[in-house]
C-alpha cells in the first residue's frame, strides 16, 4: 500500500482500497489516492493501464459487469460516493464534481448552440432557480469570457461546427464550472490539440481551479504536460498505482522501473537534436509554388504559393497548428486534392495515416490488407513468403497473417500500415501525425522502427506533425507552415535551438519540458 502524507483538513478526495472487478479480471486493484482543495494530482499511464476506469469509479459510472469489493471506499467530502444511491449520485455529477473530456466534439450535441447546452447543464444542477432569462443569459457570456473565448454573445447563438477545436474544448470546461464543483476530473483534455492550444488550455485550468480552490485529478499518458500542471503524480500500470510522490521527485529521481521506462521514452528536443545525421542533398521531391484553394470556403487559400524540397534518404517534418495547411498539402502530393503549382518526383509515394484501425479494413485479415495495394499497382498477388518477410521487418510475426485488425494494439496496428505501405515499394513515404495517438512507449517503438526502415530501405519521408519532440527525433529539415505559408525552412538542428521567425518561436515556447 502506497501512503500520501497529505494536509487532513484539506483532503477533498481520499480513495482507500479501491478495487474494481468484472467477472474474469480485476482492471483497477487496491488504489490508494488523495487529493486535496487546489491540488493537482496526475494520473499517468499507458493505454490501458486504468486510468480512465479510476475517474469512472469515481464518478460510479462503470461498465456493466463491472463491481466494487466490500472494502473499497471514496471519500469525498467526508461521506463514502460508494453508499449513496444513484438519485444522490446524479446530484453530485456535475455540481459537486464535474468532468472534462478528451474530444469536445463527442462531448457537445451537434445539433444545439453553445449557449443552449450550457443552459441546460444550469438547468438539470438547479442552478436557475428564481433567476430571469436575462439572470441566466448573463450568466452563461461570464462562463464564456471566464475561460477566455472572445465575442461571448456570438459564441452563445454558434453550434459546436462552427468552432475551432481548442474553442470546443474552452466550453467544455465553461459547462464543467458552471456550477463551481470542488472536485474536477480532465481526462486527457489537450491530447487532440495543437501544442500552442494546449499550453493555453493547461493555463487556463491551473488559473481557474487556483480561482475556485477545486481539487483536480488530470489523467493523461503525456509525461511533459504533467510538469506544468501538476502538484503531484500517480503512475498507474496494469490498474495498480506503483509509485506517488511530487512533480519534481518523480521526474527526477523515479524509484520504480516501470517509471523510469516511461521516462526514458519521453524524446526530447535538446537530446534528439545532436543526433540528426547528415543526408543526400538530391531531392526526391520537389515541390514549387503549390497553391491549394477551396472554392466551398469562399475561395480561401489553403496553401498559399509554398516551396520545398524533400531530399533521397532524409526526413522533412512539416509543422504547424491545425488548420495551416499540413495536411491539405500532403493531400495534393498524393493527387487527392486540386492544386496548382509544379510538383515534381520519379519514385512511388506512399501514406500512413495518424489513426491506423480506420485506415484497414475490418473484415480483411492483415495477409490481404498488405496484398491489397500490390496487386492494384502491379496487378499480381504477393506471396505470402514476401508479406511475412515485411511483416518481420516491421516487427510483427507469420502468425499475424490471418488476424483481423481489431485482434492488434494500436502500436501494432500501426506497424500492419507502415507494412502495408512498404508492400509497394516506395521510396517516398508521408508520415501524417504517425504516433499522434500512440502512448509515449509505443510512440518511441514506432519512431525508431521508422527510423531503421528508413535506413534499410532508403526512404525519404515528409513528416506532417504538431509534436517537437518527433519532429527533433526524426527530422533533417523543418518546415514551418502557418496560415497556408511556409514562414520558416531549414535544416532541424537550426530551426529548433535558433529559430528566426516569430511564429515559430510561439511554437517552441509552448512546447512542455520535463
Same mark, same amino acid.
Given at each position: 500500500m502506497i501512503n500520501i502524507e497529505l494536509d487532513?483538513?484539506?483532503?477533498?478526495?481520499?480513495?482507500?482500497?479501491?478495487?474494481?472487478?468484472?467477472?474474469?479480471?480485476?482492471?483497477?486493484e487496491n488504489i490508494n489516492l488523495s487529493i486535496n482543495s487546489g491540488e493537482t494530482v496526475a494520473l499517468l499511464g499507458e493505454l490501458g493501464s486504468g486510468k480512465s476506469m479510476t475517474a469512472n469509479a469515481i464518478l460510479q459510472t462503470l461498465p456493466p459487469g463491472a463491481f466494487y469489493t466490500k472494502d473499497s471506499s471514496i471519500i469525498f467530502d467526508n461521506e463514502d460516493l460508494l453508499e449513496k444511491s444513484e438519485y444522490e449520485m446524479r446530484q453530485l455529477r456535475g455540481n459537486e464534481i464535474a468532468m472534462i473530456f478528451q474530444d469536445p466534439m463527442s462531448a457537445l450535441n451537434p445539433v444545439f448552440t453553445i449557449g443552449y447546452q450550457i443552459l441546460e447543464v444550469l438547468k438539470l444542477k438547479n442552478k436557475t432557480k428564481k433567476k430571469s432569462k436575462k439572470e441566466l443569459y448573463n450568466k452563461i457570456i461570464e462562463l464564456l469570457t471566464e475561460v477566455?473565448?472572445?465575442?461571448?454573445?456570438?459564441?452563445?447563438?454558434s453550434y459546436p461546427h462552427q468552432l475551432s477545436g481548442g474553442m470546443r474544448q474552452r466550453v467544455i470546461i465553461a459547462m464543467a464550472l458552471a456550477c463551481k464543483p470542488k472536485l474536477l476530473l480532465a481526462d486527457e483534455p489537450t491530447t487532440a490539440l495543437d501544442v500552442t492550444i494546449a499550453k493555453q488550455i493547461l493555463l487556463l485550468l491551473k488559473k481557474l481551479q487556483k480561482k475556485y480552490n477545486m481539487a483536480m485529478l488530470f489523467i493523461t499518458h503525456n509525461i511533459a504536460i504533467v510538469s506544468m500542471i501538476a502538484d503531484k503524480i500517480a503512475i498507474m500500470n496494469?490498474?495498480?498505482i506503483i509509485e506517488v510522490g511530487g512533480t519534481q521527485k518523480i521526474l527526477k529521481s523515479p524509484e520504480h522501473d516501470y517509471t523510469k521506462m516511461l521516462l526514458s521514452s519521453q524524446l526530447d528536443i535538446n537530446t534528439a537534436c545532436q543526433n540528426l545525421n547528415q543526408d543526400n542533398l538530391l531531392p526526391a521531391l520537389s515541390v514549387k509554388d503549390l497553391t491549394i484553394i477551396y472554392p466551398n470556403k469562399k475561395n480561401?487559400?489553403?496553401?498559399?504559393?509554398?516551396?520545398?524540397?524533400?531530399?533521397?534518404?532524409?526526413?522533412?517534418?512539416?509543422?504547424?497548428?491545425?488548420?495551416?495547411?499540413k495536411t491539405s498539402t500532403a493531400k495534393a502530393l498524393m493527387g487527392l486534392v486540386k492544386a496548382k503549382g509544379v510538383i515534381k518526383y520519379n519514385d512511388l509515394m506512399q501514406i500512413i495515416f495518424q489513426d491506423p484501425y480506420s485506415s484497414l479494413n475490418p473484415r480483411m485479415i492483415i495477409l490481404e490488407i498488405i496484398r491489397e495495394g500490390y496487386r492494384a499497382i502491379y496487378k499480381e498477388k504477393l506471396t505470402k513468403t514476401k508479406v511475412t518477410k515485411i511483416l518481420e521487418d516491421v516487427g510483427l510475426e507469420h502468425s499475424d497473417l490471418y488476424k483481423y485488425p481489431h485482434e492488434f494494439s494500436g502500436g501494432q496496428r500501426q506497424r500492419i500500415a507502415i507494412a502495408r505501405a512498404l508492400a509497394v515499394k516506395p521510396k517516398i513515404l508521408i508520415l501524417d501525425e504517425?504516433?499522434?495517438?500512440?502512448?509515449?512507449?509505443?510512440?518511441?517503438?514506432?519512431?525508431?522502427?521508422?527510423?531503421?526502415?528508413?535506413?534499410?530501405?532508403?526512404?525519404?519521408?515528409?513528416? $506532417?506533425?504538431?509534436?517537437?519532440?518527433?519532429?527533433?527525433?526524426?527530422?533533417?529539415?523543418? @518546415? %514551418?507552415?502557418?496560415?497556408?505559408?511556409?514562414?520558416?525552412?531549414?535544416?532541424?538542428?537550426? $530551426?529548433?535551438?535558433?529559430?528566426?521567425?516569430?511564429?515559430?518561436?510561439?511554437?517552441?515556447? @509552448? %512546447?512542455?519540458?520535463?
Amino acid at each position: 500500500m502506497i501512503n500520501i502524507e497529505l494536509d487532513l483538513n484539506s483532503q477533498q478526495l481520499v480513495i482507500n482500497n479501491l478495487n474494481v472487478k468484472f467477472k474474469n479480471f480485476n482492471p483497477i486493484e487496491n488504489i490508494n489516492l488523495s487529493i486535496n482543495s487546489g491540488e493537482t494530482v496526475a494520473l499517468l499511464g499507458e493505454l490501458g493501464s486504468g486510468k480512465s476506469m479510476t475517474a469512472n469509479a469515481i464518478l460510479q459510472t462503470l461498465p456493466p459487469g463491472a463491481f466494487y469489493t466490500k472494502d473499497s471506499s471514496i471519500i469525498f467530502d467526508n461521506e463514502d460516493l460508494l453508499e449513496k444511491s444513484e438519485y444522490e449520485m446524479r446530484q453530485l455529477r456535475g455540481n459537486e464534481i464535474a468532468m472534462i473530456f478528451q474530444d469536445p466534439m463527442s462531448a457537445l450535441n451537434p445539433v444545439f448552440t453553445i449557449g443552449y447546452q450550457i443552459l441546460e447543464v444550469l438547468k438539470l444542477k438547479n442552478k436557475t432557480k428564481k433567476k430571469s432569462k436575462k439572470e441566466l443569459y448573463n450568466k452563461i457570456i461570464e462562463l464564456l469570457t471566464e475561460v477566455g473565448l472572445e465575442n461571448a454573445d456570438k459564441l452563445y447563438k454558434s453550434y459546436p461546427h462552427q468552432l475551432s477545436g481548442g474553442m470546443r474544448q474552452r466550453v467544455i470546461i465553461a459547462m464543467a464550472l458552471a456550477c463551481k464543483p470542488k472536485l474536477l476530473l480532465a481526462d486527457e483534455p489537450t491530447t487532440a490539440l495543437d501544442v500552442t492550444i494546449a499550453k493555453q488550455i493547461l493555463l487556463l485550468l491551473k488559473k481557474l481551479q487556483k480561482k475556485y480552490n477545486m481539487a483536480m485529478l488530470f489523467i493523461t499518458h503525456n509525461i511533459a504536460i504533467v510538469s506544468m500542471i501538476a502538484d503531484k503524480i500517480a503512475i498507474m500500470n496494469h490498474g495498480k498505482i506503483i509509485e506517488v510522490g511530487g512533480t519534481q521527485k518523480i521526474l527526477k529521481s523515479p524509484e520504480h522501473d516501470y517509471t523510469k521506462m516511461l521516462l526514458s521514452s519521453q524524446l526530447d528536443i535538446n537530446t534528439a537534436c545532436q543526433n540528426l545525421n547528415q543526408d543526400n542533398l538530391l531531392p526526391a521531391l520537389s515541390v514549387k509554388d503549390l497553391t491549394i484553394i477551396y472554392p466551398n470556403k469562399k475561395n480561401i487559400k489553403a496553401v498559399d504559393s509554398i516551396s520545398f524540397d524533400l531530399y533521397h534518404n532524409s526526413t522533412l517534418a512539416l509543422v504547424g497548428e491545425s488548420g495551416s495547411g499540413k495536411t491539405s498539402t500532403a493531400k495534393a502530393l498524393m493527387g487527392l486534392v486540386k492544386a496548382k503549382g509544379v510538383i515534381k518526383y520519379n519514385d512511388l509515394m506512399q501514406i500512413i495515416f495518424q489513426d491506423p484501425y480506420s485506415s484497414l479494413n475490418p473484415r480483411m485479415i492483415i495477409l490481404e490488407i498488405i496484398r491489397e495495394g500490390y496487386r492494384a499497382i502491379y496487378k499480381e498477388k504477393l506471396t505470402k513468403t514476401k508479406v511475412t518477410k515485411i511483416l518481420e521487418d516491421v516487427g510483427l510475426e507469420h502468425s499475424d497473417l490471418y488476424k483481423y485488425p481489431h485482434e492488434f494494439s494500436g502500436g501494432q496496428r500501426q506497424r500492419i500500415a507502415i507494412a502495408r505501405a512498404l508492400a509497394v515499394k516506395p521510396k517516398i513515404l508521408i508520415l501524417d501525425e504517425p504516433t499522434s495517438s500512440l502512448d509515449v512507449t509505443v510512440q518511441a517503438q514506432i519512431l525508431k522502427l521508422l527510423k531503421n526502415i528508413q535506413q534499410k530501405y532508403e526512404l525519404s519521408y515528409l513528416l $506532417i506533425s504538431h509534436d517537437f519532440s518527433v519532429v527533433a527525433y526524426m527530422a533533417n529539415y523543418v @518546415a %514551418v507552415m502557418y496560415h497556408g505559408k511556409i514562414v520558416e525552412y531549414g535544416q532541424a538542428n537550426e $530551426i529548433l535551438k535558433n529559430p528566426q521567425d516569430n511564429y515559430t518561436k510561439d511554437l517552441l515556447s @509552448a %512546447v512542455p519540458n520535463l
